[in-house]
T-cell receptor, first 113, second 112 residues
Framework: EAGVAQSPRYKIIEKRQSVAFWCNPI?????LYWYQQILGQGPKLLIQ????????DSQLPKDRFSAERLKGVDSTLKIQPAKLEDSAVYLC???????????FGEGSWLTVV | GENVEQHPSTLSVQEGDSAVIKCTYS??????FPWYKQELGKRPQLIID?????GEKKDQRIAVTLNKTAKHFSLHITETQPEDSAVYFC???????????FGTGTSLTVIP
């Protein structure tokens, strides 16, 4: 079965610029997650979707981060304007249902300079 | 929300020895505990998981034990091999039951 697809894999931007990441979950997976993983730390949940509805976005810095999953399949995560501390790997993941096995994508590596 | 602590942060073992990584959690309602392995530059991958209705689960050289009373669970890797070298993350389900909180990771190095 195809895995979780993410793009771009790597991105370098200057602070105050914007960036968008795209995720295509495993087919049939209703639950989609965006995690932020800072070097040396565990993944931190930014937002969780169930189909196209938001389940939890309590840790999403809403003044600069936004995410959508309009048709309940693909999702985009946007950062605008970026800060230096946003440098991290952004992992998209999906599961068939909440608390089923989570499958991660390869991640989008962001460096803000 | 849930608080998951993981120890140690780094662990070096000789090839063939055992490795143990321990996690504690705060939410007594948590009932699902997966473990992920992340090799350098790769995605986290599930290696084993346990639900609260069992105390131990084994899969070849890997085992997980759960102590719900003490609110801790551990990953045991026996007969370690160099390819076991990676960062290992534990996770626990949240009190809402819909998401996971991850530990801070353990960097395991198996010395040939």
């Amino acid at each position: 079965e195809a895995g979780v697809a993410q793009s771009p894999r790597y991105k370098i931007i200057e602070k105050r610029q914007s960036v968008a990441f795209w995720c295509n979950p495993i087919s049939g997976h209703a639950t989609l997650y965006w995690y932020q993983q800072i070097l040396g730390q565990g993944p931190k949940l930014l937002i969780q979707f169930q189909n196209n509805g938001v389940v939890d976005d309590s840790q999403l810095p809403k003044d600069r981060f936004s995410a959508e999953r309009l048709k309940g399949v693909d999702s985009t995560l946007k950062i605008q304007p970026a800060k230096l501390e946003d440098s991290a790997v952004y992992l998209c993941a999906s599961s068939y249902l909440p608390l089923d096995t989570i499958y991660f994508g390869e991640g989008s590596w962001l460096t803000v300079v | 929300g849930e608080n998951v602590e993981q120890h140690p942060s780094t662990l070096s073992v000789q090839e063939g020895d055992s490795a143990v990584i321990k996690c504690t959690y705060s939410d007594s309602a948590s009932n699902y505990f997966p473990w992920y392995k992340q090799e350098l530059g790769k995605r986290p991958q599930l290696i084993i998981d346990i639900r609260s209705n069992v105390g131990e689960k084994k899969d070849q050289r890997i085992a997980v034990t759960l102590n719900k009373t003490a609110k801790h669970f551990s990953l045991h890797i026996t007969e370690t091999q160099p390819e076991d070298s990676a960062v290992y993350f534990c996770a626990a389900s949240s009190n809402t039951g819909n998401q996971f909180y991850f530990g801070t990771g353990t960097s395991l190095t198996v010395i040939p």
